[in-house]
Each structure stands twice: as C-alpha cells, then as structure tokens.
C-alpha cells in the first residue's frame, strides 16, 4: 500500500511540475506569420501591374473580371486561365471545356463546372 501511495504522489507531483513549468512559467507559443504566396499579375508595356490589361485572345472592350468568384477557381486556377488567354467570365462561357481542361491539365468535367457557374453569373 505504501509503495502505490508513493507512485501515486511521485506521479501527481510530476504532473503538477509540468502544469507549472507548460503554463505558468513558460511564455505562450506566439503564431508565425507567413506572408502569402506571390502571383504574377498583368503587366503594362511600360512593366508596371495592371488589372486592366487584357488576356490574349480577349476582346477589347471585355473587362478584366476577378474568376476567384467561380466556385474552385483561386488565385493558381485564375492565372493559369489568364495565361491561356480566359480573364474574364465571358470569355470563359465562350470557351470550349475539352480545350481548356486539355491547356490547365485538370478534368473536362471540373471546366465544364466552371463554365456552368460562369455563365450563371453572366447572364
């Protein structure tokens, strides 16, 4: 009995010194701050950022839209379509799936999703 009382008290002390020593005497865990990734945007032909700079292969008139609004397109999936010449919702309605998820390297059925969204969101 003496010997499980003793483990017992050993057991509940070492808890006790760890509680003290995690919490009370060590400062908390600060979160680190890591600074989001760095995309290439659009660039004038004098080299500075625009967003009103138009995609190849997209008409003049056609702004540029932000295709973040489109359910699984972020900001990789955005680029990539700028790049393949899409910066706009209407541009993405008017392309053809297979083209484009052949361009991406995803699934015709993921484009073909997105395309369907866009073109709720157009008209």
Known sequence: MKKLF???LTIGLLSAA???VRYKL???AQPVAIPPPQFRRPVTSDGTP????????QRE????DDLKVVKGIGPVFEQR???AGIASLGGLVRSDAATVAEQLEVSE???????RQARGLVY
């Open 18 to 20: 760890a509680y003290l």
């Open 50 to 57: 625009s967003s009103t700079v138009t995609a190849p292969g």
């Open 6 to 8: 003793r483990l017992l």
């Open 81 to 83: 379509l700028n790049d």
């Open 26 to 28: 060590l400062p908390p």
């Open 109 to 115: 059925a993921q484009v073909a999703d997105w395309i």
């Open 61 to 64: 008139d056609e702004p540029v």
